[in-house]
């Protein structure tokens, strides 16, 4: 059976689909659920946003593990990279607005083919969590 529910989109990633805010991403570590892949880390609320997108995303690589900007800078951009390829995963399957950031909590540099396999998966966690948990409250 096939999802009524599909989106036609371009792989973008644009300013209203980042996350920036200041008041979100505090209320996202406060209250917020992850789900982890090694080696990326989702953490996620549902909340709503002034983004007429579903979801609003915010990459980061932790100074502590690479030290020059030049390495946190290109994790960063590969990170976008794949998940602007692969929203739809997200897109297609969320009812109510999201907040996440994803971020790379291994301390070696992974291949980009690599990082877009741990990506989808971590995708497709998020997205079965947040059912089992909509079906919970149902």
């Known amino acids: 059976m096939f999802s009524l529910k599909f989106v036609k989109m371009r792989n973008t990633l644009g300013t209203q689909e980042r996350l920036k805010s200041k008041k979100l991403i505090e209320k996202l570590y406060s209250e917020g659920d992850s789900v982890k892949t090694f080696p990326l880390r989702m953490m996620y609320v549902q909340t709503a946003h002034t983004s007429e997108f579903p979801c609003q995303v915010g990459v980061s690589v932790a100074k502590r593990n690479y030290k020059l900007a030049v390495d946190r800078n290109r994790l960063k951009r590969l ?60």
Do not use: H
Request: net charge neutral; proline share 2%; hydrophobic share 40%.
């Open 79 to 138: 990170m976008r990279e794949t998940y602007r390829l692969q929203k739809e995963i997200v897109y297609n399957n969320l009812d109510v607005p999201y907040v996440f950031m994803i971020s790379y909590i291994g301390r070696e540099e992974i291949k980009y083919e690599d990082l877009y396999l741990k990506m989808e998966k971590l995708l497709k966690l998020f997205v079965d969590k947040v059912k089992i948990k909509a079906d919970e409250n149902i």
